[in-house]
């Protein structure tokens, strides 16, 4: 039996996919995903994307507010639908660009404004707003475009917050990258290389959990100050909020 999609609440900014911009007290079908086959589903803060299978092949799909890219191809005025003089939106599911794969996802999951998909071959995308570099960068409004990720690794999972991003490999290790405020990416400050890695003693040692320098704005991938899964098994669960973070291993 085919799964059906439904959405409910706020609505202003299409994100309920149904070709308008009301809320709906209700669950309605999201009838554009009727018979794709749906498989996975995330929400962003106005925006919502769906994993499907269509055809022999799997992509992902998104509708909602589009100002940075987040449903995934660049819209001109006058495309979509407007809702508001600096925002346009998208009332109705449409494929993401550079999402098409041949088998499905591992993970798929939104922050504010982008969305993260991780695909079967281990390999990390993103579209929408750019949180993966330590300083501000365009935003990805083109589709979604594939992220480093540990050349000794390969990821397993990933998880966003409102505005940071936690990730699991296949060796039990923990990475985040994005925003740092609060200190919620885990690592120990400041100038931090992509895809850096801590030695287990100082992570054991939680090294720096007391630091008071204030943490970057932003941080790129980084290995997170938690203990490595034991026997390095990759069962690590993974939770985020909007601003502290959550990891059992």
Same mark, same amino acid.
């Given at each position: 039996?085919?799964?059906?999609?439904?959405?409910?609440?706020?609505?202003?900014?299409?994100? @309920?996919?149904?070709?308008?911009?009301?809320?709906?007290?209700?669950?309605?079908?999201?009838?554009?995903?009727?018979? *794709?086959?749906?498989? !996975?589903?995330?929400?962003?803060?106005?925006? $919502?994307?769906?994993?499907?299978?269509?055809?022999?092949?799997?992509?992902?799909?998104?509708?909602?507010?589009?100002?940075?890219?987040?449903?995934?191809? &660049?819209?001109?005025?006058?495309?979509?639908?407007?809702?508001?003089?600096?925002?346009?939106?998208? %009332? &109705?599911?449409?494929?993401?660009?550079?999402?098409?794969?041949?088998?499905?996802?591992?993970? *798929?999951?939104?922050? !504010?404004?982008?969305?993260? @998909?991780?695909?079967?071959?281990?390999?990390?995308?993103?579209?929408?707003? %750019? =949180?993966?570099?330590? $300083?501000?960068?365009?935003?990805?409004?083109?589709?979604?475009?594939?992220?480093?990720?540990?050349?000794?690794? $390969? =990821?397993?999972?990933?998880?966003?917050?409102?505005?940071?991003?936690?990730?699991?490999?296949?060796?039990?290790?923990?990475?985040?990258?994005?925003?740092?405020?609060?200190?919620? =990416?885990?690592?120990?400050?400041?100038?931090?290389?992509?895809?850096?890695?801590?030695?287990?003693?100082?992570?054991?040692?939680?090294?720096?959990?007391?630091?008071?320098?204030?943490?970057?704005? &932003?941080?790129?991938? +980084?290995?997170? *100050?938690?203990?490595?899964?034991?026997?390095?098994? %990759?069962?690590?669960?993974?939770?985020? +909020?909007?601003?502290?973070? @959550?990891?059992?291993?």
């Amino acid at each position: 039996t085919t799964r059906q999609v439904f959405t409910f609440g706020r609505g202003s900014e299409g994100e @309920m996919g149904n070709g308008d911009t009301y809320a709906s007290r209700r669950p309605i079908m999201v009838e554009a995903l009727d018979g *794709l086959e749906p498989y !996975n589903i995330a929400c962003g803060n106005y925006f $919502s994307v769906a994993a499907v299978r269509v055809g022999e092949g799997y992509s992902v799909y998104a509708w909602g507010d589009n100002r940075r890219g987040a449903v995934g191809f &660049r819209l001109e005025e006058g495309e979509g639908s407007a809702a508001g003089a600096d925002s346009i939106s998208v %009332s &109705r599911p449409r494929s993401v660009v550079g999402t098409e794969t041949d088998d499905p996802l591992l993970a *798929l999951s939104c922050s !504010n404004d982008s969305c993260l @998909m991780l695909a079967a071959d281990h390999r990390l995308y993103i579209w929408g707003e %750019s =949180l993966e570099t330590a $300083s501000k960068a365009d935003d990805h409004r083109d589709g979604a475009v594939e992220l480093p990720t540990p050349a000794e690794s $390969s =990821l397993v999972d990933v998880v966003c917050g409102e505005m940071h991003v936690v990730c699991a490999d296949v060796q039990g290790k923990v990475w985040s990258f994005g925003h740092a405020d609060f200190g919620k =990416l885990g690592r120990e400050g400041p100038g931090q290389s992509a895809w850096s890695d801590l030695s287990a003693s100082a992570a054991e040692q939680g090294k720096g959990a007391g630091l008071r320098v204030p943490p970057p704005t &932003r941080a790129a991938i +980084g290995r997170v *100050l938690v203990p490595q899964a034991p026997d390095g098994r %990759s069962a690590v669960l993974l939770a985020v +909020g909007s601003n502290h973070t @959550m990891v059992c291993v």
